[in-house]
């Protein structure tokens, strides 16, 4: 569950900043993560063909559960099999429909990085 979703500014079409905290509690692991201020993310990668589809990398639905997801990927703290399944507890949490957030963590776990 979301703590505090912080506040974020968007730099550009594609790009944001963290501008206060953004600290997710991870009831599922135990884990609480905080995005820290100054944190530059890409929201979420969405390919520019389905941007019409799913929507914009930095809308509203997406942009904390990407911004923590990118957060965790910079610092690799966590193995990327947890980053992942986290970042679809993290979609829900943001009152991302089960199917959207399925889909989104589906297309992270195929094609995102791991380490």
């Known amino acids: 569950m979301w703590r505090d979703v912080g506040a974020w500014q968007p730099l550009s079409r594609t790009r944001g900043i963290v501008r206060a905290p953004l600290i997710f509690d991870d009831t599922h692991t135990g884990d609480v993560i905080t995005v820290p201020v100054g944190f530059v993310s890409d929201g979420a990668s969405i390919p520019h063909t389905l941007r019409r589809v799913v929507g914009s990398p930095l809308h509203h639905r997406y942009v904390p559960a990407a911004i923590l997801h990118d957060y965790e990927i910079a610092t690799g703290d966590q193995s990327w099999l947890r980053v992942h399944t986290r970042f ?10 089960p199917l959207r957030s399925s889909a989104l963590a589906s297309a992270v776990f195929l094609f995102g990085p791991r380490w």
């Open 88 to 97: 679809h507890r993290a979609l829900r949490a943001s009152g991302n429909s």
